[in-house]
């Protein structure tokens, strides 16, 4: 499956078990020319399944390790955006590009990582009756850094909430973005719709890497 893009990384809640055996084996999976991004890494202060300090290493190494191989990371963050942007710029945002995932919170929260030039990925959240900062959020966040994500199996959009999340319930999650970005029906959001799909590609859809080529021959 040629178009298929996989993400590769150890997710904040599983930081405890970062070693330099998981980083070898990571770095081994990250030769596949699939792979298209480093994540989800990042801070996870709601559950702290991790230990902080565990989270903030974890997190510090696989910036660096995404830096050496030329990809772009997706953050997992929850209730530490303060503190992971600190990380970001102390350790450097990689070129080839962040991904902010799932986003459902206010543009204060989310105005200085669009300052670092972060893509957004807004999933169901963005539909739900309480998400009126998300949503005005969305709205100021420039068109070429916006994409949309299921969160598969989790967050689901309205009108489906209830319901296990499946891909196909972004068209939901897309129609009620373009709404919130002021692109009216037919024209605009066909438009829109096209610049979302260009966005994704341009982040997740690129050749390996020169160090993917380098790793793998």
């Given at each position: ?7 590769v990384?150890c ?9 330099a055996?998981l980083?070898?084996?990571l770095?081994?999976?990250l ?5 298209a ?7 996870d202060y ?5 230990p ?5 290493a974890?997190?510090?190494?696989q ?41 459902n919170?206010d543009?204060?929260t ?37 994409l ?26 897309a ?19 096209a ?5 994704a ?17």
């Open positions: 499956m040629p178009r298929v893009r996989i993400a990384g997710h904040p809640h599983n930081a405890k078990f970062y070693d055996g980083e070898d084996e770095r081994r999976r030769k596949d020319p699939r792979v991004a480093l994540g989800e890494i990042g801070l709601h559950y702290d399944f991790s902080r300090d565990d989270q903030r974890a997190f510090r190494r910036i660096r390790l995404a830096k050496e191989a030329g990809l772009p990371i997706a953050l997992h963050l929850r209730e530490a955006h303060d503190e992971a942007l600190a990380i970001m710029r102390e350790e450097g945002f990689p070129e080839a590009g962040t991904l902010l995932h799932c986003f919170l543009w204060a989310l105005e200085p990582w669009v300052e670092e030039g972060c893509y957004v990925a807004f999933g169901g959240a963005l539909t739900f009756k309480s998400a009126d900062d998300t949503r005005e959020a969305a709205a100021r966040v420039p068109a070429d850094r916006l949309t994500e299921t969160d598969a199996p989790y967050m689901t959009p309205e009108p489906m909430r209830g319901m296990t999340c499946l891909p196909d319930h972004v068209l939901f999650t129609e009620r973005l373009a709404e919130a970005c002021g692109r009216a029906p037919v024209a605009q959001r066909e438009e829109f719709l610049q979302l799909m260009a966005n590609r341009e982040l997740l859809d690129r050749p390996a890497t020169a160090w993917q080529k380098n790793e793998g021959a």
